[in-house]
Nanobody, 123 residues
Framework: QVQLVESGGGLAQPGGSLRLSCAAS????????MSWARQAPGKGIEWVSG????????YYANSVKGRFTISRDNAKNTVYLQMNSLKPEDTALYYC????????????????WGQGTQVTVSS
């Protein structure tokens, strides 16, 4: 079955950086786009970033554009999210997800998610 295991979260200071990783298994990784999403306390899921199956196309939410970079290594079945210039409003549970999301009535959904890794940005 599909398994997505995130790592790399933690506490960072404003202006700092973190790099999230997601190890995927149970499917042909190189055949699927991958995404990162997040959920801040009391808020809905936000699609943060996505990357096409061969890395040729990427998507970023306006809230992270210019600060976050998504990448993937198909040989290692891993997708990354480099987060720079972190802000307190980046504090959230970050999820790795298979594919791009569907949005129904404003709710973001993915076919498969990981368990998430917590990112906290605070001084």
């Amino acid at each position: 079955q599909v398994q997505l295991v995130e790592s790399g979260g933690g506490l960072a200071q404003p202006g700092g950086s973190l790099r999230l990783s997601c190890a995927a298994s149970g499917f042909t990784f190189s055949s699927y786009a991958m995404s990162w999403a997040r959920q801040a306390p009391g808020k809905g899921i936000e699609w943060v970033s996505g990357i096409y199956k061969d890395g040729s196309d990427t998507y970023y939410a306006n809230s992270v554009k210019g600060r976050f970079t998504i990448s993937r290594d198909n040989a290692k079945n891993t997708v990354y999210l480099q987060m720079n210039s972190l802000k307190p409003e980046d504090t959230a549970l970050y999820y790795c997800a298979k594919g791009y999301p569907t949005v129904v009535d404003g709710t973001v959904n993915f076919a498969s998610w990981g368990q998430g890794t917590q990112v906290t940005v605070s001084s």
